[in-house]
């Protein structure tokens, strides 16, 4: 089991799926965790941001934070190419590798 999340400590949210940060949020929240929710929301922040520059390094735009359903999560939402409907960028998205 992961230790408790004290204020300030400072979470690596781009090691971590974002998943597992909001898991340990809504632990957090509803008080069957330890630990700081301003720290573990920040992580989840932080790890929402990192996707949306690995995003636009590969072109996406548009870029947009919308609640998901009955949870109230973010969501992170973008266009793939300019002039294209915004969808649900995969967290797994990867930086392009630049070819010789």
Known sequence: MDRPTF???IVV???LP???LYSRFDAIARGRANGD???AFQSVINRLASVQRRAEMNGWTSFVLERSGDTGRLELRGAPTPGEDRILIPEQILPEVSRP
Request: hydrophobic share 15%; net charge negative; glycine share 24%.
């Open 7 to 9: 204020h300030g400590d």
């Open 13 to 15: 949210a781009d090691g």
């Open 18 to 20: 974002l998943e597992r």
């Open 37 to 39: 929710g301003p720290t």
